[in-house]
């Protein structure tokens, strides 16, 4: 069963260092997510992307923020200089038609 | 804009009993509703979804919702819960449209089954 893999799944960086996060979507999805799960509180909404290009975005999702398809397969979240409030769980998410999203297993992000 | 309210932060069951885990949402327009589970330490399992059609909906592992327009609701139901089904449950909803597809999440419900 197809599935979407993100790597790492903790990573653990200094305040101020940037961050990429990466995963692999479903291969023949089209739409692509970000959330986020600081812990204990409810998993939020940070970015989808189609086509390439950002389609919405969070509040959250602010300049230090950024997403790119590098190539077929990946899809990266990248933190410029993080903070330790950027510390939580962050998923990513695929879906086909824009309708059920399928989730991956998560990259814990500890943020010192 | 949407919200979703899971009214019960825990819910600790025996095994072999019933379960219901409520949802509210608000929106003011026409959504998409989903029930996600999530395991200790692993990512969001989609149990079940409700598009359209009948209100009634089955999902994996035994789990139905049904959807009620008149009362913004989307309870999750299980007729005889298993030590196993002991996780967290979230609640999403997605409207119709330029936001299609984006989820809003409630804030989880843990089920705790007990032998």
């Known amino acids: 069963e197809p599935e979407v893999t993100q790597t790492p799944s903790h990573q653990v960086t200094q305040m101020g260092q940037e961050v990429i996060l990466r995963c692999v979507p479903i291969s023949n999805h089209l739409y692509f997510y970000w959330y986020r799960q600081i812990l204990g509180q409810k998993v939020e909404f940070l970015v989808s992307?189609?086509?390439?290009?950002?389609?919405?975005k969070s509040e959250i999702f602010d300049d230090q923020f950024s997403v790119e398809r590098p190539d077929g397969s990946n899809f990266t979240l990248k933190i410029r200089s993080t903070k330790l409030e950027d510390s939580a769980m962050y998923f990513c998410?695929?879906?086909?038609?824009?309708?059920?999203?399928?989730f991956g297993q998560g990259t814990r992000l500890t943020v010192v | 804009a949407q919200s979703v309210t899971q009214l019960d932060s825990q819910v600790p069951v025996f095994e072999e009993a019933p379960v219901e885990l409520r949802c509210n949402y608000s929106s003011s327009v026409s959504v998409y509703l989903f029930w996600y589970v999530q395991y200790p330490n692993q990512g969001l399992q989609l149990l079940l979804k409700?598009?359209?059609?009948?209100?009634l909906v089955k999902g994996i592992n035994g789990f139905e919702a049904e959807f009620n327009k008149s009362q913004t609701s989307f309870h999750l139901r299980k007729p005889s819960v298993h030590i196993s089904d002991t996780a967290e449950y979230f609640c999403a909803v997605s409207g119709y449209g330029g936001s299609q597809g984006n989820l809003i999440f409630g804030k989880g419900t843990k089920l705790s089954v007990k032998p």
């Open positions: 992307f189609y086509n390439n290009e950002i389609s919405e």
């Open positions: 409700y598009l359209s059609g009948s209100t």
């Open positions: 998410a695929s879906s086909r038609q824009r309708v059920e999203a399928f």
